[in-house]
């Protein structure tokens, strides 16, 4: 059984940053893509970005984080990351990382029922 933490979430003022980390244990991340989602008070959880397995060769962002937001994972910590600059309040939101095992060099951050294993979320907070 796959088991992932997030960590990393907190407090920051517009413009700053966090990083995000997603430790996997019980399994090895090695054949899982891996997506971070987020959910907003009110609103339904939504797709962030995404990293394919084992390299991470390929990875996608949503529209409203591309080029703020930067995926990444490091294997051989079973960890993958997720480094979130430029923040602005409307980033403010409960954060998961989610696993879906698929061994080719794709993923996708759309389609959140294809996750099999999902963490217990952090919360990020925007606000001067």
């Known amino acids: 059984q796959l088991r992932l933490v997030e960590s990393g979430g907190g407090l920051v003022q517009p413009g700053g940053s966090l990083r995000l980390s997603c430790a996997a244990s019980?399994?090895?991340?090695?054949?899982?893509?891996i997506g971070w989602f987020r959910q907003a008070p009110g609103k339904e959880r939504e797709g962030v970005s995404c990293?394919?397995?084992?390299?991470?060769?390929?990875?996608d962002y949503a529209d409203s984080v591309k080029g703020r937001f930067t995926i990444s994972r490091d294997n051989a910590k079973n960890t993958a990351y997720l480094q979130m600059n430029s923040l602005k309040p409307e980033d403010t939101a409960v954060y998961y990382c989610?696993?879906?095992?698929?061994?080719?060099?794709?993923?996708?951050?759309?389609?959140?029922?294809?996750?099999?294993?999902w963490g217990q979320g952090t919360q990020v907070t925007v606000s001067s």
């Open positions: 990293i394919s397995s084992r390299r991470g060769d390929s990875t």
């Open positions: 989610a696993a879906d095992f698929r061994p080719g060099s794709s993923c996708s951050y759309t389609t959140q029922i294809e996750y099999n294993y």
């Open positions: 019980g399994l090895t991340l090695d054949y899982y893509a």
